[in-house]
């Protein structure tokens, strides 16, 4: 598999989506089929790293939470993602300006 920069350059041109190609004879020939899959590979993987990201972030403001309970909580691990109302016992919650921010934002909280 060919793959973008580092490609073959047909016709002096970098080539920025995979491909593969194969040799007969003289010529070259691209598998456009290998192509399509290799799209899906990419995106597939791009995903599952965007998701081991969300989880080590989990991850950390759970150390966090636990380093710096909020207000007079036991030392412990939060219990939930959004914390009930009025409460700091999830790693997020709705809070004034003057109060500390949450360990998570919202949008992970929520997904």
């Excluded at 995979?18 to 590979?41: C, H, L, M, N, Y």
């Excluded at 989990?58 to 007079?72: G, I």
């Excluded at 939930?80 to 500390?100: I, P, T």
Aim: without cysteine.
């Amino acid at each position: 598999m060919k793959v973008g920069d580092d490609a073959h350059q047909m016709e002096s041109r970098p080539r920025p989506l995979p491909q593969s190609e194969g040799r007969f004879g003289e010529r070259v020939k691209t598998d456009t089929a290998a192509g399509k899959d290799e799209i899906v590979f990419r995106r597939i993987g791009k995903n599952e790293l965007s998701a081991i990201d969300a989880r080590r972030e989990l991850v950390e403001a759970q150390e966090r939470y636990f380093a710096r309970p909020p207000h007079d909580t036991v030392k412990q691990f939060a219990q939930r993602f959004v914390s009930d109302e009025d409460r700091h016992n999830g790693l997020y919650w709705h809070g004034a300006d003057d109060e500390s921010s949450s360990p998570i934002n919202p949008l992970i909280a929520y997904a």
